[in-house]
């Protein structure tokens, strides 16, 4: 006999909650927000949309399906099944947290609170919870992510994107040369390089690509090709800065080779969850071989 379905909601420890439990009491916490000229009040009504949120795609779960839930923090130590259906019910950036640890379960992305989220990847509505649970087949968007291997076989993979540099405010050394650039490699010194997909061109990888005036086109979500921008690359006699931004395709990478002490490589700021580098290490970072499949 088959095992029924299993639903693993998602979601994250509010502000509130995050409030509450540092000031030990509601009136404590709402006494330090007035002295700072804030109302606790729409921070609880947050807390309460999320929480009824949550309650409404909980009793939308069919009542045969097995379910559990993952607090956000707990991601990097909860064991995901191939039969699994995801649903975030949060913030867009939720979804990003998860995406590392799948692969290929379905995810359906509920937002908690409309208006204020951009809703690019939490697409629907709780009261939606419910038909997109028993639908029998959802149309589903592959949206590319990104990967990088260390040359110890440590990976990471991220849906918006990979940052690779110093843990602090450092400057960060290294090698950096593009696989079907005929071996051309150049010797940096930066705030570190950042690689970024279609999805998270909404987001860090934008940004970069809009201060730059780049003439490289964004990715959409679905395309099988990455942006990478080498951040306040520095020039000096032994570093250079001809290499500072580019595409990847699906079968391009970039090769960086570590010439400082230490660097980390972590993706869509899960800095707890990174890569640990040092000196003489190499790592490519390119398109990874699993997508994130999001219920449209």
Same mark, same amino acid.
């Given at each position: 006999?088959?095992?029924?379905?299993?639903?693993?909601?998602?979601h994250?420890?509010t502000?509130y909650?995050?409030?509450?439990?540092?000031?030990?009491?509601?009136?404590?916490?709402?006494f330090?927000?007035?002295?700072?000229?804030?109302?606790?009040e729409?921070?609880?009504?947050?807390?309460?949309r999320?929480?009824r949120?949550?309650?409404?795609?909980?009793?939308a779960?069919?009542l045969?399906?097995?379910?559990?839930?993952?607090?956000r923090?707990?991601?990097?130590?909860?064991l995901?099944?191939?039969?699994?259906?995801?649903?975030?019910v949060?913030?867009?950036?939720?979804?990003?947290?998860?995406a590392?640890?799948?692969?290929?379960?379905?995810v359906?992305g509920i937002?908690?609170?409309?208006g204020?989220?951009p809703?690019v990847?939490?697409?629907?509505?709780?009261?939606?919870?419910?038909?997109?649970?028993?639908?029998?087949?959802?149309?589903v968007?592959?949206?590319?992510?990104?990967?990088?291997?260390?040359?110890?076989?440590?990976?990471?993979?991220?849906?918006?994107?990979?940052?690779?540099?110093?843990?602090?405010h450092?400057?960060?050394?290294?090698?950096?040369?593009l696989?079907?650039?005929?071996?051309?490699?150049?010797?940096?010194?930066?705030?570190?390089?950042?690689?970024?997909?279609?999805?998270g061109?909404?987001? $860090?990888?934008?940004?970069? $690509?809009?201060?730059?005036?780049?003439?490289?086109?964004?990715?959409?979500?679905t395309?099988?090709?990455?942006l $990478?921008f080498?951040?306040?690359? $520095?020039?000096?006699?032994?570093?250079?800065?001809?290499?500072?931004?580019?595409?990847?395709?699906?079968?391009?990478?970039?090769?960086?080779?570590?010439?400082?002490?230490?660097?980390?490589?972590?993706?869509?700021?899960?800095?707890?969850?990174?890569?640990?580098?040092?000196?003489?290490?190499?790592v490519?970072?390119?398109v990874?071989?699993?997508?994130?499949?999001?219920?449209?």
């Amino acid at each position: 006999m088959s095992l029924a379905p299993r639903v693993v909601l998602v979601h994250r420890t509010t502000e509130y909650e995050e409030l509450v439990a540092h000031h030990g009491t509601h009136g404590q916490a709402a006494f330090f927000l007035s002295s700072r000229g804030r109302d606790i009040e729409e921070v609880a009504e947050r807390h309460r949309r999320a929480r009824r949120a949550l309650a409404q795609v909980t009793a939308a779960i069919p009542l045969t399906w097995r379910q559990s839930r993952v607090e956000r923090a707990d991601l990097d130590r909860f064991l995901f099944a191939p039969e699994d259906v995801v649903v975030v019910v949060g913030q867009d950036g939720l979804v990003a947290n998860v995406a590392k640890y799948l692969t290929g379960q379905p995810v359906v992305g509920i937002d908690t609170d409309p208006g204020r989220n951009p809703g690019v990847l939490v697409r629907h509505r709780p009261e939606d919870a419910a038909g997109l649970l028993t639908s029998a087949g959802p149309s589903v968007d592959e949206l590319t992510m990104v990967e990088a291997v260390a040359d110890d076989t440590q990976r990471i993979v991220a849906l918006n994107e990979i940052y690779l540099g110093a843990a602090g405010h450092q400057t960060a050394r290294y090698r950096l040369g593009l696989e079907d650039d005929g071996g051309v490699v150049e010797a940096q010194a930066s705030s570190g390089v950042l690689v970024g997909t279609g999805t998270g061109a909404t987001g $860090w990888i934008g940004s970069v $690509w809009q201060e730059r005036g780049a003439a490289l086109s964004l990715p959409r979500p679905t395309d099988g090709r990455l942006l $990478w921008f080498v951040r306040e690359a $520095w020039p000096s006699p032994a570093t250079g800065t001809s290499l500072v931004a580019g595409e990847l395709s699906a079968s391009g990478g970039l090769r960086i080779t570590v010439e400082s002490e230490r660097l980390v490589a972590f993706g869509d700021g899960m800095e707890t969850d990174a890569l640990e580098l040092t000196w003489g290490q190499s790592v490519r970072v390119g398109v990874a071989d699993t997508a994130l499949r999001l219920v449209g």
